[in-house]
């Protein structure tokens, strides 16, 4: 598998996943420099960075880098004082260590925009200098089936298809809906859509006048303040967050490593408990004096 067109295709697709990559090892070690694999929100891996010692480690720190949605570093096996590197320990009996980066690959937020006006064409320019996508419709019929919790809509018909457009964004799960248009007739929208059964819960969805109030601006500056404050709620935290499944976790007694209970092949009894190893050595050592690892 080639990990880089597998991102690629899974980013079109508009699924989140990370790349982790191995960007320095220290033999011995089954991981090699330049090594990628792909984990998924539910912990899932594609492709191979190391033994069985590192896996779970990598998948856990993988998977907190996506919630977050920031690159990380992870230093398995080393030393290492930079405030900035996660650093795993590994006691077991292989001497070896890498770093491994932590990319998480989030789709990008999508801005919507209705209508034929300056302000609308601006919009989309200027999202799309963010690497955004854009979707631009400029006459009805207005399809919004496709909009998400990453979807920011922006209704600028000038009075020409507002209603429709305003009508297919509040059927979606768009994470903003903005309006531009006066008070006027923003109320004039609001008694239209209250007759056709939308409640105060969606029409409080619709932000009107759109924009940080800058006051009167000509059409391509208004596009400006329409983004800035789609980015202020996107910062804020109102567009889809990825949803990740942790995995249950044990820790290898001997080692202090994470292992996941679930796929750990080496495990022990002892006193009635389960015990999960990152390794057959790590499990030798148990069974020969478990004790001394249990000991508080």
Known sequence: MRVTARSAALTAAGRPHVVATVVWRRSPTSGTTGAKAIIHPDGTIEGWLGGACAEATVIRRALEALEVGRPSVLAIGQEDGREDVAQVAMACESEGAMEVFLDPMIPSPTVVALG???????????????GWETVHVEAPPVDLAGADERTFVVVASQGHFDDEALVAALRTEAAYIGLVASRKRHDAITRHLRAAGFGDHDLARIDAPAGIDLGTLPPEEMAVSILAQIVERKASGVSRKVVVTMPETAIDPVCGMEVDPQTAIHTSEHDGTTWYFCAAGCKRAFEADPGSFLES
């Open 116 to 130: 034929r006006s300056p302000a609308a064409a601006t919009l989309v320019r200027l999202a799309d200098a963010l």
